[in-house]
């Protein structure tokens, strides 16, 4: 606790203030297991968005580890519920590289064969590619959990389709369709187009291979089906065409309704938390927590509602084109940036947008300056993240308890790295108060990963930190007060000043020649850059090499 707290005339936030230690709470007094659970359907591109349960998740376990009252390890499992059916052909997918592709009208009408059966068995459109995964679900899960250890979060990944081939599911099977008329009842309430002679289980036809939902008889004590391959209506939307056949089907050899599915996770892996959209809020959980208690005889996880979040404004679409994952997330910002934006309120609606990532990671870097008493909190909320939260946002390979981090400003950083080599940059950052005079080695590589980072970013954006400096003096006749007053700057760069004192030299050098401030900036623009505007001048120049700057000043 900072010793300024009475200047800020304001009470100490307390601790429990942060969501994921109310989530825990609730896990706790309630007496769940410390299990947290989320899940995704492999549809369509993975992204960002799918972190939001994974991130959440994570900070509810760690949330749940510093807990006493708790027994058991806390852990985290993520489904991928890759037994569910291609319900439409995407336009877009993600190459293996992580760009987001078109197919073309080739690759779409193979793709549309596979229509109706489970993910783990429809190729992926990559197959070919050496190295790729086969299937559609493996190729999904992979992003998935390259990006999980990308951001060092210790999650199972589980694979439904799996489950239901080890039996896993058997007992969820067998008691959905025992109780048959209870749910029924329950789905009659949930779902007005389940019809009276409902039942959840949806077998793969032996012939065809699609998913078909008319089940004609139940057999209990041979834990078998018998179904007709009719034609199936996917997500309401879809139909896909059965090709008739008649069979008997084991309960491992089909899925249960989503409905089902999800309290039978819950019930198989013993969850007892779960962060999940306003999608299934309003839908499958009310249904969900009935069939968990009258059903499976379970208590549901506590919930945990979550916003998603905008990018540019928009809902994300793959098809649109606006989507953001992981690892390109990831060219921009340090893994720590991103768990911030996890760690924020999830009630919250957010736009996420990468062209302004640099309002994010300055919020992070106020909250990182604070905990390390670098600077201090602007405000309670501020407070609570550097003091309870902070710790959560670094990767455990980043050893947070040992090594402070170095992080230069971002648009600061992506000036610097103007010059291309490592020793040149680290020489600008020490000399503009940026790297401790004896920095580590760790400092050192936090602060060239800055660099890079927001260099990037200005570049992949082309905004005005993507600075390019003219190579020769440019052949521009100045006036004499204007080159007296760019003497005088050099003079105070060479004399080692600081970006915001630099700043401030650039407007005195001008009112003492009595020249027009503006015109003087523009000046400055036209020697350094070629041209009429830029950048905050005082930290551009201290962003470039000191001589080289000091020079070009007095050779104008
Ligand atoms: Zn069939």
Partial sequence: MSSDDDAHNSEPTSTSDFWADEAARRVAENDRPPVVKGGVSPSGVPHIGNFNEVLRGAFVVRALERRD????????????????PLRRVPDTVLSPEGELVELDAEERDELSEHLGKPYVDVPSPFADTAGAADTWAEHFASFLREDAERLEVPVEFVSNDEMYR?????????TALSKLETSRDVIARHQRTAGEDYVPFMPICAECGRITPTVTSVNIEDETVDYVCDDAELAGEYTVEGCGHRGTATFREGKLPW???WPAQWWTLNIGFEPFGKDHAEGSWESGVEIAEQVYGIEPPEPLVYEFFLVDGEKMSASAGNVYTVSGV???????VLRYFFALDPKKQRDLSLADIHHLVNDFDRVEDAHYGREEAADETERLYAERVYEDLRAPSDNPTEHEPVRPPYTFAAMVGVAEDDEAR????????HLPDDPTEAQKRDAL??????????LDYENQYAVRVLDETPDVSFDEETRAAFGELADVVESGASPDEIQNAVFESAREHD???GGFFSDGYQLFLGQESGPKLGPLLAALDRDFVVERLRDA
């Fill in 449 to 458: 990963r800055r660099v890079e980072l927001a260099r990037n970013w200005a």
């Fill in 330 to 336: 990831l060219r921009y910002v340090e893994p720590s």
């Fill in 515 to 517: 020249l027009d401030v």
């Fill in 69 to 84: 009252d708790i027994e058991d390890e806390p852990r985290q499992v993520f489904t991928s519920d890759d037994r569910d």
């Fill in 259 to 261: 409905r089902f599915e």
């Fill in 426 to 433: 680290l020489a600008t950052l020490r000399r503009s108060g």
């Fill in 166 to 174: 080890a039996g896993d599911f058997d007992e969820a099977v067998r």
